[in-house]
């Protein structure tokens, strides 16, 4: 098959897959890649029952490893050396120079790579609709519960807190964060790090929205990942960095996995339908930012940084699918972040926020605290 990639699916399931029953048949395909949406992509991961691959596959990427993560991947040069005999540098470069205008097809024709360009898994316009769409105004009567999710740091270097705030208005259906922040941790420990942040989060989300969140439910989401204990900890430390602001008899909710424990796992098929979640409301127009929108700092210009931070990192964010270590034998591995350009932690907190925010309104447990 040669263009394997462009072949109608239905042709090659109904002509060519059933000669494979013969004996002594091979499929060997060539193709310029087209994508990993592509129905060919998907064939090249097929499985058998040992989870050895289906196809044995050859990829050969013109475009470095460096190159793939600017602007213009396309514009590489170089790997130029390692071109055939047949395809002379000069000749590549006059190719280059004519499809200047096409970079997409340019890093897929000639860089042999099919996804230099998605560099988020979210639809950009759909983001930059989010980022210009004007403050949401109005708090007093949207809210009943006012949702905070927490991507606390487990320690380590480049380990981010990453802590995020808002609510469903029910009426318009549409979700309202009022409030975003990610910190490197710097000096202190992991646990005086998170307290920190979470102190002064709760402090200006009483300051900044108070009308919105005295009256409300208070719903507590916290990643539980490496640890359980350090999960109870952290919804405790909301829980009372709240009351000693509110001083009234708030109701709280902790929100919980599915066999009941505390805290909320991100695995990576969790990470798949919140990712879903958030594709939805992004793609139906239905993020707003609250107009009074706080971060943990009182800075006018900190909480600018703060919202473009959450943005800059939903651009980012995307599927990696790594070989095995064994190519062609184990499974490839797969994984949702953005920390190839950087931390992730404040996008992965929001997701957190939308996805369990729809689940809190619709899982049966939680029906005694939605009235
Ligand atoms: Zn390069």
């Avoid at 087209?34 to 090249?44: A, V």
């Avoid at 009567?141 to 905070?148: E, L, M, Q």
């Avoid at 029910?170 to 710097?186: D, M, Q, R």
């Avoid at 971060?295 to 909480?303: L, W």
Wanted: glycine fraction near 6%.
């Amino acid at each position: 098959m040669e263009e394997a990639a462009r072949i109608i699916p239905m042709f090659f399931f109904e002509v060519i897959v059933p000669l494979l029953g013969v004996e002594n048949t091979t499929i060997l395909g060539i193709t310029t890649p087209m994508g990993t949406q592509n129905f060919y992509h998907k064939l090249l991961q097929l499985r058998g029952s040992k989870g050895e691959k289906i196809f044995r596959t050859l990829v050969i990427e013109r475009i470095c490893a460096k190159c793939k993560l600017t602007d213009h991947p396309e514009l590489c040069t170089h790997l130029l050396s390692q071109n055939p005999s047949w395809k002379p540098a000069d000749a590549a470069e006059k190719v280059m120079r004519i499809m200047e205008c096409a970079p997409e097809l340019l890093a897929r024709e000639v860089g042999g790579v099919g996804d230099a360009y998605r560099k988020s898994d979210f639809d950009i316009v759909a983001i930059n609709n989010w980022a210009a769409r004007p403050g949401y105004p109005s708090l007093r009567h949207a809210a009943k519960h006012f949702i905070i999710a927490l991507d606390p740091t487990g320690g380590g270097e480049h380990s981010e807190i990453g802590i995020t705030c808002g609510f469903l208005d029910p009426v318009s259906n549409v979700f309202v964060v009022c409030g975003a922040h990610g910190e490197l941790l710097s000096r202190s420990s992991p646990y005086e790090h998170n307290r920190r942040v979470i102190t002064e989060f709760i402090k200006n989300m009483y300051k900044h929205c108070s009308e919105a969140v005295t009256a409300t439910t208070i719903v507590t989401i916290v990643e539980a990942q490496m640890s359980r204990v350090q999960a109870v900890d952290e919804m405790a430390i909301i829980k009372a960095c709240c009351q000693t602001v509110s001083r009234t008899g708030q109701s709280f909710v902790q929100m919980h996995n599915e066999k009941g424990e505390p805290g909320v796992s991100t695995t990576f098929s969790k990470k798949c339908e919140m990712v879903e979640v958030c594709r939805k409301f992004l793609d139906d127009g239905r993020l707003y930012f609250s107009q009074s929108f706080f971060c943990a700092s009182p800075k006018e210009e900190e909480r600018m940084e703060q919202r473009k931070k959450l943005l800059t990192q939903a651009a980012v964010f995307k599927l990696h699918v790594d070989e095995g270590r064994d190519p062609g034998f184990s499974a490839p591995r797969m994984s949702w972040h953005g920390k190839h350009e950087g931390p992730d932690d404040t996008f992965m907190s929001f997701l957190m926020l939308l996805y369990h925010t729809v689940q809190f309104f619709m899982r049966p447990e939680y029906a005694p605290f939605r009235r």
